[in-house]
């Protein structure tokens, strides 16, 4: 099983600065399958990246996905007060199909 | 626009099975994979299986000896079925649509979820 590390587990940060988050992966996974997902309070995640660092249809250009092999990153480069929520980066192709890491979540300062 | 959205009892109790139904709206159900995802109270996500819309399955280890998922073309929804279930089921339970036309891609639509509490 492809087990996801997200660190760190919680991030406190203002509006307007720059989040970085990140994802590791217990072996290599494919560029082509590792995505990443915002939860808001009380709502269903939504799609935010796939394939390592394609947008989603509707995301911001301030949300950017990069990496490879073992070790991924989500940037959001300018925090609005909306992008205030929970983080999970997520494979797929492995077994089981798919796995999810435990979330950070980025928190108002 | 597609849209799903997740129905069930709400309350089930211990030792019991639960079914939840998905039902796809602004689309069709061919020719995609679906999903059944949960969340337990203040924790993370769990992938629980997919189906195609051809009725394929796939589940997850964990959880494949008390899961069955069904679909339904003509009523354009599909359905999960976990038998057996304890407290540690209770969880928000979410169908999400998968990204493309394989069953390897990102969940790109997700329904707004629907709580089930395992409870006598």
């Known amino acids: 099983e492809i087990v996801l590390t997200q660190s760190p587990g919680t991030l406190s940060l203002s509006p307007g600065e720059r989040a970085t988050l990140s994802c590791t992966a217990s072996q290599s996974v494919s560029s082509s399958s590792l995505a990443w997902y915002q939860q808001r309070p009380g709502q269903a995640p939504r799609l935010l990246i796939y394939y390592t660092s394609t947008r989603a249809t509707g995301i911001p250009d301030r949300f950017t996905g990069g990496g490879s092999e073992t070790d991924f990153t989500l940037t959001i480069s300018r925090l609005e007060p909306e992008d205030f929520a929970v983080y999970y980066c997520?494979?797929?192709?492995?077994?089981?199909?798919?796995?999810f890491g435990p979330g950070t979540k980025l928190e108002m300062k | 626009q597609v849209q799903l959205r997740e129905s069930g009892p709400g309350l089930v109790k211990p030792s019991e099975t639960l079914s939840l139904t998905c039902t796809v709206s602004g689309g069709s159900l061919i020719n995609y994979y679906w999903s059944w995802i949960r969340q337990p109270p203040g924790k993370g996500l769990e992938w629980i299986g997919y189906?195609?819309?051809?009725?394929?399955?796939n589940y997850n280890p964990s959880l494949k000896s008390r899961v069955t998922m069904s679909v339904d073309t003509s009523k354009s929804d599909f359905s999960l079925e976990l038998s057996s279930v304890t407290a540690a089921d209770t969880a928000i339970y979410y169908c999400?649509?998968?990204?493309?036309?394989?069953?390897?891609?990102?969940?790109?639509?997700w329904g707004p979820g629907t709580m089930l509490i395992v409870s006598s």
């Open positions: 997520q494979q797929y192709g492995g077994s089981p199909r798919y796995t």
């Open positions: 189906i195609y819309y051809s009725g394929s399955t």
């Open positions: 999400a649509r998968v990204r493309g036309n394989g069953w390897y891609g990102a969940f790109e639509i």
